[in-house]
């Protein structure tokens, strides 16, 4: 029997592409390593999104290299897309056997890599030519309680900083029905939540033939199945409508949780991002949020040190994200892509004042995280049970509203949703006690 074993960088729709190769090769015969060091074949599915996770990538492909001297290895992701030329050059590939995938050619990865005398590289520029979205069924993710439902990817906003559209092409939707059938083989496969995801989420429908967007295809998939929980992964704010809004209120299954990228607290640098809305008007849709569902957890994304962002700008956008009510934040250094409008911009950010400012949003982070965590303390939530525990051997999970609690308890409480009760907050979340039924 042939083995296959993965590494894979990134977002959430790597990691469900990852598991749909995975289950194409376990209906080959293959078996799946947990490790790279033996397998016959190793995929290594990359990410590109900053230069920490191209260089991540690369560096990963050279220590598989140099560990697994025999084994096939394919590779694909963004950051197989972004640097074909530099990865096929490596002298590590210097008679090996291999394959190069790009985003727009996934669907083909499976039969690609079971031709190990053809080294080749299935590579298109998916921002000139991908039409459609690469059809990538699959029946279950591999040591995971949550799935992940692939119903989009690719994105057509071109923001300044980004080098997504560039790797992954325009916006791309899966069919109603292709998402449906996907939702139920989870289903029958046992999965209690669901999260919905995409690389612009948002967009989702903007171009099928058939009348649907985010809104209509999360309330289809909360009615199919009352049971099941299902989340929404980050959506862009514009995109946050007053029929979504309702979708979230009337479908008890639709958990109250909500990520939007923000980016910047200035409305210079927003202008700069090439961001299509104001700091006054994200204001106006978190509010509108929070004020409509009841209990929601409010996430956000900010990008700290882009370009021309200033002390001033810094200032104004720290009092910014200091005065809004949300749950927790999400820091990242503004990474320079070469390719991208903003790499060439005057006035790059110095690394030192990058890290501070990381430093200091990261903490008020923390702070508004904590308060909203305080809250909930002494209340009852409805806790989806994860399959593992963690390193101190209790049971883990999230509530509805996405407070991470950890729990004592037996393993029959694994993947069953269960009523808690939050006790205390600690430094990665809270404790709580499971309460009978």
């Known amino acids: ?79 197989a897309q972004l640097a074909s030329q530099e990865i096929s050059a490596m002298e590590e590939l210097e008679g090996r056997s291999f ?3 790009g985003n727009a050619d996934k669907h083909d990865l499976i039969q690609a890599a079971a031709a190990p005398d053809h080294n080749h590289i299935l590579l298109r520029d998916p921002a000139d030519e991908a039409v459609e979205i690469s059809p990538l069924p699959l029946h279950r993710f591999k040591g995971r309680t949550r799935a992940y ?18 790797t992954r092409g325009r916006s791309r939707s899966l069919s109603s029905e292709e998402v449906l059938r996907q939702a139920d083989t989870f289903f029958r496969h046992g ?32 009615r199919m199945a ?20 309702e979708t979230m209120v009337l479908n008890n299954n639709f958990m109250p949780h909500i990520h939007i990228p923000l980016q910047s607290g200035a409305d210079d640098i927003l202008l700069r991002m090439n961001r299509r809305y104001s700091t006054s008007r994200f204001k106006t849709i978190v509010e509108t949020c929070r004020n409509a569902i009841e209990d929601v957890a409010v996430g956000l994304d900010i990008l700290a040190g882009f370009p021309g962002e200033t002390d001033r700008h810094f200032s104004h956008a720290y009092s910014f994200l200091e005065e809004l009510e949300y749950t927790y934040l999400h820091v990242f250094p503004y990474s320079r892509r070469p390719g991208t409008p903003a790499a060439d911009f005057d006035d790059q950010v110095p690394r030192p004042v990058k890290n501070e400012r990381v430093a200091r949003l990261r903490n008020l982070g923390e702070a508004k995280k904590r308060s909203y965590y305080r809250k909930y ?9 994860e399959n593992a525990r963690d390193a101190s051997g209790m049971l883990k999970g999230f509530t509805d509203n996405y407070i991470p609690v950890q729990v004592a308890g037996e393993n029959k409480l694994k993947n069953q949703i269960v009523d808690v009760e939050l006790l205390k907050i600690h430094d990665r979340g809270t404790y709580g006690r499971v309460l009978p039924k």
Do not use: W
């Open 1 to 79: 029997m042939k083995k296959v074993a993965f590494t894979t960088f990134g977002c959430k729709v790597n990691q469900y592409e990852t598991a749909s190769f995975i289950s194409g090769f376990q209906e080959l015969g293959y078996a799946i390593e947990s490790t790279t060091d033996e397998a016959d074949i190793v995929v290594i599915n990359t990410c590109a999104v900053t230069a920490k996770a191209g260089s991540q990538s690369r560096q990963a492909i050279r220590r598989t290299l140099r560990r697994n001297r025999q084994a096939r290895v394919v590779i694909t992701g963004c950051y």
């Open 99 to 101: 394959c190069i995938v």
């Open 149 to 166: 439902l692939r119903i989009q990817d690719g994105c057509s906003a071109f923001c300044s900083y980004c080098i997504v559209p560039y």
């Open 191 to 222: 999965y209690r939540e669901i999260v919905v995801t995409g690389i612009h989420v948002g967009n989702y429908g903007a171009d099928l033939a058939e009348k649907t967007d985010i809104a209509d295809i999360m309330n289809r998939l909360c």
């Open 226 to 245: 009352g049971d099941v929980r299902f989340r929404l992964s980050s959506i862009e704010p514009l995109e946050i409508s007053e029929t979504l809004i």
């Open 377 to 385: 303390i002494g209340t009852t939530r409805k806790m989806l049970i």
